[in-house]
């Protein structure tokens, strides 16, 4: 049986092109083939070269690329050659193009961007799960961002909300006589955020999360003097620390968030 070569050529991974040869193959008793994978293809000469290679040979070339001329390159190289080539792009292109009556970007890697914006909001979402209420005190070196505030001031919906965002989030609860961790203090009070809260407003969540829990509200938990004694030693840590301070008593989580990122833009 006569070798056939068969080309795989991408302008990013190539994997779907690839993935989708093989599963072809797979449907023939054909072994005598060979496979050239050709990844990242942005230039006309680089798909010159390869074009000239697979001429020389029994070759049928796939390919998914999306900038036009190169698509023309190839389709026009194959007619000239009598080469067979299998677009596998620019008809799922048109159909959606069609349907939505809108242009395609046309721009190469861009699956592979979104990919990576994935992964990284998937390390962010889990950094912030693993330094959360200052589980691990040597997460405050590694954060993007800290934030400081007593009980019931948002700040692990806060974290998660940022972290979706691909910004890595450390939290810490301030409690009375619970000293600071030196790697709080060392890090860049830039970074940091003091989330305030008035005595009202905590201390009706605090009675509603309780009695959620099945508890009694007569708890120093809930208790008007306790927390007063809780926020006066926050705002006197977050003072002085001298970061940003977010008064959050009447804020959503994404208020919040919005207000954090744009003090981090300001800086930048």
Known sequence: MEKIYIYSISDSVGETSESLIKAALCQFNY???EIKKFSFVSTLDELKHILQESKEHKSILFYTLVEIELVNYIKEFSKNYEIKN???LSEALNSISETLNLSPKREPGILRKLNLSYFSRIEAIEFAVKYDDGKD???FLLA??????ISRTSKTPLSLYLANKN???ANFPIVPNVPIPKEL????PNRI???TISLD???AIRRERLKTLGFTSQSSYSDKEAILEEIEYANEVIRKIGCPIIDVSNKAIEETGDVILSYLNKEN
């Open 31 to 33: 072994t005598n083939y």
């Open 86 to 88: 299998i677009d596998l």
């Open 137 to 139: 005190p040597r997460g």
């Open 144 to 149: 993007d961002i800290i934030l400081l505030g």
């Open 167 to 169: 910004y890595k989030v």
């Open 185 to 188: 203090i060392k890090a860049a």
């Open 193 to 195: 955020f003091g989330l």
């Open 201 to 203: 407003k905590v201390h």
